[in-house]
């Protein structure tokens, strides 16, 4: 976990933005937070252009600069320690964990690869060869100089690295090698979401069983492309979809869960939305039922409990340190502990407001792992995860505490 901590976005006016107001601007492009709340931030100054408090009509102009400051709260990961398979002065090749993501993006900053590695490992300045989905386990290489890095990209991208990954499947899945060819289209790159469909790109992934355990089937794939969630959706497409994918084994995809490309008649854009309403943000974090927020003063002697409702005044403005998680430059080792003097807050922070609970860690594990990588001159192996083991007592407790 990480503690709440303040960070500002910045990005410089795209050219479609130009002549526009900001919060026209903010409320379309950035739906994170209601209009309400970018229309607060403008008039308290949090959000501004060029280092600068603008009204509320501003139009944007050519290299404006924005910057919106924001308090957040970065999504739990697990705390699975991440083995180094291998490492030179060239590459690091690791074992990664379900439920971290590679990089920055979304909720995540500090609780990514990129950042764990640095502060954990002291593994500085890596660069991302290839990606995994944040669920994903298994095989992650990044290179720790400019020029292996490119090398390695240019294999990967010239097809020359062989991937072999392994899962657990619903179902009986059939014998002999099954080939899948079905294009891909990415749906919204925003969310992140997928589907079989004629003006997709080229895609090609072989299937095999390895083993039959009840009506559960671990099986060995090998995409021969790589576009995104390329196995989790010919699988979804073959009706054998892996059995705690949240995205892609759900009727959101129609009755069907999208076997054959069935979505159950409907649009990209009511797609899109179904799948907002049912996956907004990890639902699984807490409820918004809390009334009040407590807050503390900055000297932590007076403590109040601003509505959740109450407008920003000079009473109830919390003036807490700019960062309150260590950066990615300082190295240090994980820490255990929980101090409630290093727990900041905001009264317009939403998040502030909810109750939260501890994932399970069914909700942060998706039985999908990167087995093994072979290029031009080398190759890497991981440990197969307990959930992919030929041992039937154990597979069958994994499915059990997940309730498939």
Request: glycine residues 6%.
């Given at each position: 976990?990480?503690?709440?901590?303040?960070?500002?976005?910045?990005?410089?006016?795209?050219?479609?933005?130009?002549?526009?107001?900001?919060?026209?601007?903010?409320?379309?492009?950035?739906?994170?937070?209601?209009?309400?709340?970018?229309?607060?931030?403008?008039?308290?100054?949090?959000?501004?252009?060029?280092?600068?408090?603008?009204?509320?009509?501003?139009?944007?102009?050519?290299?404006?600069?924005?910057?919106?400051?924001?308090?957040?709260?970065?999504?739990?990961?697990?705390?699975?320690?991440?083995?180094?398979?291998?490492?030179?002065?060239?590459?690091?090749?690791?074992?990664?964990?379900?439920?971290?993501?590679?990089?920055?993006?979304?909720?995540?900053?500090?609780?990514?690869?990129?950042?764990?590695?640095?502060?954990?490992?002291?593994?500085?300045?890596?660069?991302?060869?290839?990606?995994?989905?944040?669920?994903?386990?298994?095989?992650?290489?990044?290179?720790?100089?400019?020029?292996?890095?490119?090398?390695?990209?240019?294999?990967?991208?010239?097809?020359?690295?062989?991937?072999?990954?392994?899962?657990?499947?619903?179902?009986?899945?059939?014998?002999?090698?099954?080939?899948?060819?079905?294009?891909?289209?990415?749906?919204?790159?925003?969310?992140?979401?997928?589907?079989?469909?004629?003006?997709?790109?080229?895609?090609?992934?072989?299937?095999?069983?390895?083993?039959?355990?009840?009506?559960?089937?671990?099986?060995?794939?090998?995409?021969?492309?790589?576009?995104?969630?390329?196995?989790?959706?010919?699988?979804?497409?073959?009706?054998?979809?892996?059995?705690?994918?949240?995205?892609?084994?759900?009727?959101?995809?129609?009755?069907?869960?999208?076997?054959?490309?069935?979505?159950?008649?409907?649009?990209?854009?009511?797609?899109?939305?179904?799948?907002?309403?049912?996956?907004?943000?990890?639902?699984?974090?807490?409820?918004?039922?809390?009334?009040?927020?407590p807050l503390k003063k900055v000297d932590d002697t007076v403590s109040a409990n601003i509505s959740v409702g109450a407008l920003p005044t000079k009473d109830n403005v919390i003036h807490q340190p700019k960062v309150t998680a260590s950066a990615q430059t300082g190295?240090?080792?994980?820490?255990?502990?929980?101090?409630?003097?290093?727990?900041?807050?905001?009264?317009?922070?939403?998040?502030?407001?909810?109750?939260?609970?501890?994932?399970?860690?069914?909700?942060?594990?998706?039985?999908?792992?990167?087995?093994?990588?072979?290029?031009?001159?080398?190759?890497?192996?991981?440990?197969?995860?307990?959930?992919?083991?030929?041992?039937?007592?154990?597979?069958?407790?994994?499915?059990?505490?997940?309730?498939?």
């Amino acid at each position: 976990m990480v503690y709440p901590y303040f960070f500002t976005f910045t990005t410089f006016t795209k050219g479609r933005w130009v002549g526009e107001k900001i919060l026209d601007v903010f409320s379309r492009e950035f739906r994170a937070h209601p209009p309400e709340e970018y229309q607060r931030s403008i008039e308290a100054g949090t959000l501004q252009v060029n280092n600068e408090k603008v009204p509320i009509d501003y139009k944007l102009k050519h290299n404006d600069l924005l910057a919106n400051t924001v308090h957040r709260h970065e999504v739990p990961v697990t705390s699975q320690q991440i083995q180094i398979v291998y490492m030179d002065e060239d590459i690091l090749v690791v074992n990664k964990p379900a439920s971290i993501p590679v990089h920055p993006c979304g909720r995540y900053r500090h609780n990514t690869m990129i950042f764990i590695l640095a502060k954990e490992f002291n593994l500085k300045n890596l660069r991302t060869i290839h990606r995994l989905d944040r669920l994903t386990s298994g095989l992650l290489l990044f290179g720790r100089t400019s020029e292996k890095a490119r090398q390695m990209e240019q294999q990967i991208r010239n097809r020359q690295v062989q991937k072999e990954y392994v899962c657990c499947v619903e179902g009986h899945f059939p014998d002999g090698i099954i080939e899948c060819s079905e294009p891909i289209e990415v749906v919204s790159y925003k969310i992140g979401v997928c589907k079989v469909s004629p003006k997709g790109k080229d895609c090609k992934t072989t299937f095999q069983k390895i083993s039959q355990i009840g009506d559960y089937s671990i099986v060995q794939c090998k995409p021969l492309t790589g576009r995104m969630h390329q196995i989790r959706v010919h699988l979804q497409y073959l009706g054998y979809p892996i059995v705690n994918d949240p995205l892609y084994n759900h009727e959101v995809f129609g009755p069907l869960k999208g076997r054959g490309g069935d979505i159950g008649g409907k649009t990209a854009d009511q797609l899109i939305n179904d799948l907002i309403t049912i996956h907004n943000a990890e639902n699984w974090l807490g409820t918004d039922d809390a009334p009040t927020i407590p807050l503390k003063k900055v000297d932590d002697t007076v403590s109040a409990n601003i509505s959740v409702g109450a407008l920003p005044t000079k009473d109830n403005v919390i003036h807490q340190p700019k960062v309150t998680a260590s950066a990615q430059t300082g190295y240090e080792a994980p820490d255990c502990t929980f101090d409630a003097a290093k727990v900041t807050t905001d009264p317009h922070c939403l998040e502030c407001k909810m109750n939260y609970r501890d994932p399970n860690t069914s909700d942060l594990v998706m039985y999908l792992h990167a087995w093994k990588y072979k290029g031009i001159g080398w190759e890497y192996t991981t440990e197969l995860p307990s959930w992919a083991t030929m041992d039937e007592n154990n597979l069958l407790l994994n499915l059990r505490n997940k309730n498939c």
